[in-house]
């Protein structure tokens, strides 16, 4: 049985790289951060009493701003495969936090290279990387395109990103990079664009939400299905040898077309709720993001599936599910065409969580 260590298991990430693990036979480890109050929705649904005969997911304490907690803990779990995606993640808090940020985001990662290496133990490496590296960058990006990242998030990962490469090349660490660009679902967080706008759209409906508050809606991304991609993670560990993949659908779309993604599939016109707010804008924006992830389908044997509208449907149902409405169907149909699992049930916090 091989053993794997997830960073960030709590996350959208996390939860669905956690399902795939266990679905292959894996026993899986988890850092959480220790809090008054627990946050493990994305993953209640697959815990099991580490009491229990068969149990085989396992959650440990500790913070990424704690070497010798990680030294400890990877010396003696002695994992098989690492896969590190816990950081502070939202950009435009980035710019808030950037101290905070720098410390999680980038000097987390090298925490966790430099605990493999001092612990001497042979592991596979998987490092979250991002689309953000590329920022103001021309398009389409591959793994060849030079960073230029534009936010403390953003640089914050391009650190995380070269500290990866270094421990491959200089201490012979079976390393990778997995640059991911946008992908969602319903375990998205709730201050996600993306998210923020299906989770509206199901308030509204429901009478709750008049509403929606946005920044830029001309941004341009590329944006996929989050269970697709941490496949490819998966993937590249699997690999004879370690490298960089940029992993994404080829397609770009703005945040104003999902909008009407979104809001025509309930027949809604989007225009007669949404309001733009400037506190919700970039100091420096991103403008358009587009991958070129011709190595990935290549050499990993990988294509996403979920398309761009599908994407929507299915958020959009699961929020509407969430709220105890009847959801419009799409989103349950796409997944049975592409042979993918039931819906989720979005994470609803009724307090509405942190509007950012």
């Not at 079976?174 to 679902?185: K, M, P, Q, R, V």
């Not at 703005?254 to 733009?276: M, P, T």
């Not at 699961?318 to 349950?332: F, Q, R, W």
Request: proline share 4%; aromatic share 10%; glycine share 8%.
């Amino acid at each position: 049985m091989k053993t794997a260590l997830i960073t960030g298991i709590t996350g959208q990430d996390g939860s669905y790289l956690a399902e795939l693990l266990l679905s292959k036979g894996y026993e899986v480890h988890g850092l959480i951060r220790r809090a008054s109050t627990f946050n493990t929705d994305r993953i209640d649904h697959i815990y099991q009493d580490p009491h229990e005969l068969g149990a085989r997911m396992f959650l440990h304490y500790g913070d990424l701003a704690n070497s010798e907690q990680l030294v400890n803990l990877i010396y003696n779990l002695k994992p098989d495969e690492i896969y590190h995606l816990g950081a502070q993640s939202h950009v435009r808090v980035s710019f808030d936090t950037p101290e905070y940020t720098g410390d999680v985001t980038a000097l987390g990662t090298t925490r966790i290279l430099e605990a493999v290496r001092r612990s001497g133990i042979k592991t596979k490496f998987y490092q979250a990387s991002s689309s953000e590296m590329f920022g103001a960058a021309p398009r389409p990006q591959s793994e060849n395109t030079p960073f230029r990242p534009r936010s403390p998030y953003a640089a914050a990962k391009v650190y995380a990103y070269w500290m990866t490469v270094n421990y491959r090349e200089g201490y012979n660490l079976f390393a990778c990079n997995g640059i991911l660009f946008n992908h969602e679902s319903p375990r998205r967080g709730q201050t996600f664009v993306t998210r923020k706008i299906t989770r509206a759209l199901a308030n509204i409906l429901a009478g709750k939400q008049k509403k929606l508050y946005l920044g830029n809606l001309e941004a341009k991304r590329d944006w996929g299905y989050a269970p697709e991609y941490v496949e490819t993670m998966w993937l590249m560990l699997q690999q004879d040898e370690p490298d960089d993949y940029v992993v994404g659908t080829g397609e770009a779309h703005s945040v104003k077309e999902f909008l009407d993604e979104a809001f025509s599939y309930a027949d809604l016109d989007w225009q007669e709720y949404v309001e733009i707010d400037p506190r919700y804008f970039r100091p420096t924006e991103v403008e358009f993001l587009l991958a070129d992830a011709s190595k990935a389908r290549e050499r990993l044997g990988w294509a996403p599936r979920v398309t761009f509208k599908e994407l929507a449907r299915i958020m959009v149902d699961a929020d509407m599910e969430g709220l105890g409405l009847e959801p419009l169907g799409e989103g349950k149909a796409v997944l049975a065409r592409h042979g993918l699992n039931t819906i989720d049930r979005a994470l609803v916090n009724p307090n509405g969580g942190i509007d950012r």
